[in-house]
């Protein structure tokens, strides 16, 4: 019985990148369903992708995930396979798999990957991805390995993490930043609803919003259809967490958010300017 | 036996939106294929998305067509089912459906998806992609669900129609606009060649064209290879409306030509300035 | 039994193009895995579509390679179908299936697609993609049809060639040019070591380089972790050929290398301003 491999990476769609891998993967697990998780996130920005399976893996079906997003391919960093109460993660030592595993409930078991026999053998040191990762997850994928054939094994705190910023709290404030802007311009911060409700916020009410040096009073509202079109909000988002939105409209260009942008909330005229 | 399902949204392909619909039909709908049949398309641009759906729908086999292009998500809209005489097709009450459902020959029967054992309970009211669709998407193509077991019935006169621009003509000309400018500069219009033939003109004759206040002398032909390399032509063109377009070139450069601009054709000479 | 299809053409994804392909696809050959090898190529560029193909050709699962870059839709071009000891390629006559062809050892068999029953009947002739190559690859992959179903036999010169940029050399240096500018801003050239090997070069020497007018000293390393962060360098890369890069850096930016730029090696010193 073949496993669904889930993929995800920053190699973009302008070259064949994806499409080897969809080929080494087929030619390892014929039988096996890929699911491409999203390959555009910027080049080498092991956040994004860290973010990204963070928030999709408990849609994903349970098997075998595969990423890779790998500015230190060709150096020291290690090549990883873990397996989970999810299933198998495979992918470069950098932190982008920590948060997703984290959330499955963490590793019961982790291999560096080293032997030889489970790699493609390659003219160059640069497409980890085709000749290591892939294999990897194909082999499991199909049954035709198992973490030990892949080779020794690591013990967890010899993985990096992933390290993301925390929130800060008052008794009548919480600090964070934007860590996510989605295509239809939405801001998503790290901070969750439940930090509101510790200091006595809930649904609503209207928030007093710093966003970088820019005030704003925002409804917490639970649709966007509480507000007009073209007004602006907060909310929690798919994912869980706060978010800054405008109805029919784009809170990224519209109230000129970035992502790393520091976010203050708190009732309304508690913020200071 | 699972159904296919032809997804289509303006998701993009920057996040990780896709994959996690992917990920919702394999778990529900694990023998299922999947085609994407486009992301791309502008956020929130309903009619770009239905012009598309149409101009696919045929190519597409039997089953399920998901399609989210969904600008009023958190509002009152409704999400629809419907059954074809081509099959299910699952999306937001926005008129995106409207058009392919009735080249299909129009719903047998239809459906307010309402029922939260269909759904996926979400902490926010913004993925319905997510949370609605793509459940009751892979609910019916797994046979896990019938329109009955998604909501309760509407008439088709509650469904919201796409209202598209209309021709005019005259007795020596039609009128038009630019509807689609597709990824190799081509422009489509909404001016069938039946139209033209109503006033007489043929393939092999050269038209006048205006194009907003521009105009050109364009020979309709079948192929690209009646005319020499750099030359403007205007033909039918793949979905069998009459576009513009240039051998070798780009006609949305190379004439000024974008969405939504007019345009009237003519036999030659007929069009004045 | 159903043989996989490989999927590469230019074009992109905002349209709906590669899903109607993918639909014509299902529809004929409901069994067979598609994967796409990559649809982000430069509309037109045939020589960007063969080269990612010849790249690609050898992690493709074997069966049918479809591929379509066709700036010559409409004109007397051939549409063809080949038989090669890796399987099936379809796609226009204009050199973009050759170099991958001759990868595998050649063609032993050469058809013209002209049959019309292989062929979906269209109202314009401008998406031979979805109504001749896709309907040929999937009768071919099904096992509906056989090359002698599609048309008449071609004999090997009749196939238009991929004409590439040779490299030169004299006793000192090798001359060619960048062929491929990646995701990441790494430059491939048209070199390959063993080029480099015959002049007496050899891996952990420091070559001059000149790029255009700008001559580099660039320390040939096998593995980025040679070099220190943001430093440049020459390797080997994941294709077997020599191509620039800067570790945790972008060459093409920073160095200022684009596609087509002629690049000289030398041992260093040996090249003049």
């Known amino acids: 019985m073949s496993l669904p491999v889930s993929f995800l990476s920053d190699f973009g769609h302008d070259d064949e990148f994806v499409g080897v891998v969809h080929g080494v993967l087929a030619k390892l697990a014929p039988e096996s369903r890929v699911i491409d998780v999203g390959h555009g996130f910027p080049p080498g920005n092991i956040r994004a992708g860290a973010l990204a399976l963070v928030r999709a893996i408990q849609y994903l079906p349970e098997g075998v995930c595969l990423a890779v997003v790998d500015p230190g391919v060709g150096t020291s960093r290690k090549a990883l396979a873990m397996v989970t109460d999810w299933g198998y993660f495979v992918g470069p030592d950098n932190g ?3 948060p997703a595993v984290a959330m499955i409930g963490g590793a019961s078991r982790i291999v560096a990957i080293e032997n030889p026999e489970a790699m493609i053998p390659s003219p160059g040191e640069t497409f980890h991805g085709r000749d290591i990762f892939a294999p990897a997850a194909g082999l499991l994928a199909s049954g035709e390995a198992t973490l030990d054939d892949l080779g020794p094994e690591l013990s967890g705190d ?9 929130t800060e709290s008052t008794e009548t404030t919480i600090s964070g930043a934007v860590w996510w802007i989605d295509r239809f311009g939405n801001a998503q911060t790290n901070i969750a609803p439940e930090e ?3 200091i006595g916020l809930s649904p609503g009410e209207v928030l007093t919003v710093r966003v970088g040096a820019s ?3 925002l ?4 649709a966007y259809g509480e507000v007009d079109d073209g007004e602006s909000l907060i909310h929690v988002d798919s994912a869980g967490l706060m978010a800054i939105a405008v109805r029919g409209g784009r809170a990224a260009e519209d109230l000129n958010i970035y992502e790393g942008v520091s976010v203050t909330l708190a009732r309304t005229a508690v913020v200071e300017k």
């Not at 010899?158 to 925390?166: A, I, K, N």
């Not at 409804?219 to 639970?222: P, R």
């Open 96 to 98: 982008l798999l920590s």
């Open 158 to 166: 010899e993985v990096t993490p992933l390290l993301l910023p925390l």
């Open 196 to 198: 509101l409700s510790l």
């Open 215 to 217: 005030l704003h009073n």
């Open 219 to 222: 409804k917490w509202v639970t």
